[in-house]
């Protein structure tokens, strides 16, 4: 009835003028205008999420309770930090859970937590803290909706290790089953903090800001923990069957492997990849098909619009196809 170019160009415009805000900084961040309707970029995918795909599973994944539920029924064998309280007044806790090592979080966005180390806590400070994490609503100026229908909540979560002390992080990005990139962190959050990208056999290779023939950085002289990250990327795998896209964390402590959080929008979503290789892999890797939008029914122009994307992500993936180097910088 109408040809898809068309129909991208009307709905592209319908999706740039109700979203003008996010729109526009989009174009401040990426330097483009974007094609929402017809996303060709990992960034216009990002945005297409946020504005378009609104998956249910997002939210549970947004919030950082719901998650661990997730994380517990679909891999029983996987652990998650204890869970040691909930609630929304954080004089309400009880002393004896912050006389010891925890942290103090709020479930419904990033970097809303607090280090407790010994007992060392200021309740008025706290308390301060965590009013102006419930009062918030994250994601609102990146569009990540998803944050904004989690319900605000508090909770006292165990610490399962201490960055200055050896945890390290490890992060997988997955499609539908499948491992497309990992990374391991050490120090996290602290001045010392490092960093390495790795394909999904352990083996460091270009990361998502790393320009087009940039060394690649090498793991730390002694780094000998590829078997916990092994055992990340086949937990990742498992659960992001069914999701056609996420980020999928975990902490390692030198002794067990926890689940942590579940990212739908890394990075906030502005950012595409610096390189050939890891836009190939992420690109070729995410099938956008997969997403709840354009699995679910439609009807009137959204559903003449998802038939159009449909047919359009039925042609080959227009990236650049290029080995993924394996050689690692000279240690500093």
């Given at each position: 009835m109408f040809n898809d170019d068309f129909v991208f160009a009307v709905t592209n415009a319908?999706?740039?003028?109700?979203?003008?805000?996010?729109?526009?900084?989009?174009?401040?961040?990426?330097?483009?205008?974007?094609?929402?309707?017809?996303?060709?970029?990992?960034?216009?995918?990002?945005?297409?999420?946020?504005?378009?795909?609104?998956?249910?599973?997002?939210?549970?994944?947004?919030?950082?309770?719901?998650?661990?539920?997730?994380?517990?029924?679909?891999?029983?064998?996987?652990?998650?930090?204890?869970?040691?309280?909930?609630?929304?007044?954080?004089?309400a806790i009880p002393d004896e859970l912050l006389r010891g090592d925890v942290f103090v979080k709020a479930n419904h966005g990033c970097n809303f937590n607090?280090?407790?180390?010994?007992?060392?806590?200021?309740?008025?400070?706290?308390?301060?803290?965590?009013?102006?994490?419930?009062?918030?609503?994250?994601?609102?100026?990146?569009?990540?909706?998803?944050?904004?229908?989690?319900?605000?909540?508090?909770?006292?979560?165990?610490?399962?290790?201490?960055?200055?002390?050896?945890?390290?992080?490890?992060?997988?990005?997955?499609?539908?089953?499948?491992?497309?990139?990992?990374?391991?962190?050490?120090?996290?959050?602290?001045?010392?903090?490092?960093?390495?990208?790795?394909?999904?056999?352990?083996?460091?290779?270009?990361?998502?800001?790393?320009?087009?023939?940039?060394?690649i950085s090498p793991l730390p002289k002694g780094f000998a923990l590829m078997a916990p990250y092994h055992r990340a990327v086949l937990f990742a795998q498992k659960l992001s069957v069914g999701v056609d896209y996420a980020r999928f964390d975990f902490l390692w402590n030198g002794a067990e492997l926890f689940g942590g959080e579940i990212t739908v929008y890394p990075a906030g979503g502005f950012l595409d990849p610096a390189n050939s290789s890891v836009n190939a892999a992420t690109m070729t890797g995410w099938d956008l098909r997969q997403a709840h939008f354009l699995k679910s029914h439609h009807t009137g122009w959204v559903r003449i619009y998802s038939d159009a994307l449909n047919r359009r992500l039925k042609e080959p993936v227009p990236v650049p196809v290029r080995r993924i180097r394996h050689e690692v910088c000279p240690s500093q």
């Open positions: 319908v999706l740039r003028v109700k979203n003008m805000g996010l729109v526009r900084r989009y174009r401040r961040t990426i330097g483009r205008r974007p094609n929402i309707a017809n996303p060709q970029r990992y960034s216009e995918r990002m945005l297409w999420r946020k504005i378009v795909d609104h998956n249910p599973q997002f939210v549970l994944f947004a919030d950082k309770l719901a998650a661990k539920a997730f994380l517990k029924n679909r891999c029983p064998d996987l652990p998650v930090p204890r869970t040691l309280w909930i609630g929304r007044d954080a004089n607090h280090r407790i180390r010994g007992g060392q806590c200021d309740r008025g400070a706290l308390r301060a803290k965590t009013e102006r994490w419930l009062r918030s609503v994250y994601g609102r100026k990146g569009g990540e909706w998803a944050y904004s229908r989690v319900e605000p909540k508090l909770f006292v979560e165990e610490a399962v290790g201490d960055a200055e002390a050896g945890l390290i992080e490890f992060n997988v990005r997955a499609c539908n089953g499948k491992a497309i990139l990992g990374s391991v962190m050490g120090k996290c959050k602290t001045p010392n903090q490092w960093s390495v990208y790795l394909d999904p056999e352990g083996v460091p290779t270009s990361g998502m800001r790393d320009p087009e023939g940039s060394p």
